[in-house]
């Protein structure tokens, strides 16, 4: 972004200079000229408006700046700014500027260099024009977006962070691969030395010039212990923009059911039917739950959809909560610090439902995950849980079309990385395998 204002800022003083140079009285301009590669002044277009035809002012929102400061301070008068607030009071709040929001103004390209137009971009997407050139008006438009596609490849040495910082990849790539395409495949904590991938994925730019990171991944192979994954993105349900990750089988890379309903745990106590406990003086005490150690506070999570059945602080369970998920499948959590949820609530994949405690029987931090198949505590590392949603048949035809070219160009990208495009800065570089998708 620094980058764009020293190139905007640098096109207006080729503006001041040029305009300079037309009036041969003007003193030469302080500001010294980059080296003689000032171009003829093309047409530059922002905002919908020609910028070659006003002086352009940029600034950002300081302290104690208002609308009327900064109209007031350009020398528009008292009564011409409430004319403006007046007019534009339904389609623009004056009191939304936040401190350090850029704004520009279009000036005439006279003496007074009085503003005509008042341009406040509350985020990089959006800008708010208040033009008040002839008549007054206010509106609100988005820059023009643009996807590139790009693809990528990598082997993995240590982690998966490393390899795409190895190539000025994007971060963002990893966190896309590991939690929401292969989070029920594989376990990126245990990469293989010698793992590797491809990715073919899209980055989103703003008026071409703003890199705004990874905007989403179309296709991903993964081969993790020499076993190839396959996963390609595809909108199974379009009135809900629903889009899901399948392998070459049309199957759901997702499952019913997460592993873990916490993050980054250890597993201090697994399900066990004939557990004896010292305590107890080496009685079988059963343990119908799979104990999941993590710090007092750590989100709980729905392990998959469901509503809430049973919310509530009891005996030894403690706090706990209860999810139906299905007909067949029931999930538990017990000792929580504080639940989240209230019975009827329906709850999705990933929801946070509480927070790690001690509450109820326990000797330490953490969550008690009892599932429960048609009634009975079962364990869950030995189900073979259902997979999420699949293609229906008469999608599943359109699907293997629709991979079809996808897989090959993934099959067709070499995994050697070009030594020349390493050293390149992230997301911006142009390659040859790239193309403008929008
Ligand atoms: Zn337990």
Not at 173 to 193: G, M, P, S
Not at 428 to 437: A, F, Y
Request: charged share 25%; glycine share 6%; with cysteine.
């Amino acid at each position: 972004m620094g980058n764009k204002y020293k190139v905007t800022a640098f096109l207006v003083l080729i503006i001041l200079f040029s305009a300079c140079k037309d009036n041969p009285k003007k003193s030469t301009p302080i500001v010294k000229a980059e080296p003689p590669v000032v171009e003829e002044v093309k047409e530059i277009h922002e905002f919908g408006y020609n910028l070659n035809d006003y002086v352009v002012k940029r600034d950002t929102i300081k302290s104690g700046d208002s609308f009327g400061h900064i109209l007031g301070r350009n020398h528009i008068g008292y009564s011409t700014i409430h004319n403006i607030v007046e007019a534009v009071k339904n389609t623009f709040d004056i009191t939304s500027l936040q401190l350090g929001k850029p704004y520009t103004l279009l000036c005439a390209k006279d003496s007074l260099q009085t503003p005509e137009c008042f341009i406040y971009q509350p985020n990089l997407e959006d800008y708010v024009v208040v033009d008040f050139k002839d008549s007054i008006q206010a509106y609100t438009e988005q820059k023009p977006i643009s996807y590139i596609e790009k693809s990528a490849t990598g082997v993995i040495n240590s982690s998966i962070s490393e390899t795409l910082e190895e190539q000025g990849l994007s971060p963002r790539l990893a966190f896309k691969l590991a939690d929401e395409i292969y989070a029920w495949t594989i376990d990126f904590r245990r990469l293989q030395k010698g793992d590797r991938f491809k990715v073919i994925y899209t980055d989103k730019y703003i008026d071409d010039t703003i890199y705004t990171g990874v905007h989403n991944i179309k296709a991903a192979y993964f081969e993790h212990n020499s076993e190839p994954f396959y996963a390609f993105a595809f909108e199974t349900d379009s009135d809900k923009g629903i889009v899901d990750y399948f392998n070459e089988d049309a199957k759901n890379l997702r499952r019913a059911f997460l592993k873990a309903p916490v993050q980054f745990s250890r597993i201090s106590s697994r399900y066990n039917l004939k557990r004896r406990i010292a305590v107890y003086g080496y009685k079988v005490r059963p343990h119908k739950g799979t104990d999941f150690a993590a710090p007092i506070g750590t989100p709980i999570m729905a392990t998959a959809n469901g509503t809430v059945t049973k919310s509530e602080r009891r005996g030894g369970n403690g706090n706990y909560v209860k999810i139906r998920h299905n007909a067949t499948y029931e999930t538990q959590y017990l000792h929580m610090s504080k639940r989240k949820v209230k019975v009827g609530q329906y709850v999705k994949q990933g929801d946070v439902i509480g927070w790690v405690g001690m509450t109820g029987n326990t000797g330490g931090p953490h969550v008690c995950y009892r599932f429960w198949v048609n009634g009975k505590q079962v364990d869950p590392f030995k189900q073979k849980l259902p997979q999420a949603q699949s293609i229906s048949d008469s999608l599943k035809v359109e699907y293997l079309e629709f991979i079809k070219p996808i897989k090959e160009q993934l099959d067709d990208i070499p995994f050697e990385i070009k030594p020349e495009l390493i050293e390149e800065p992230k997301g911006e570089t142009v390659r040859q395998n790239e193309h403008l998708i929008s």
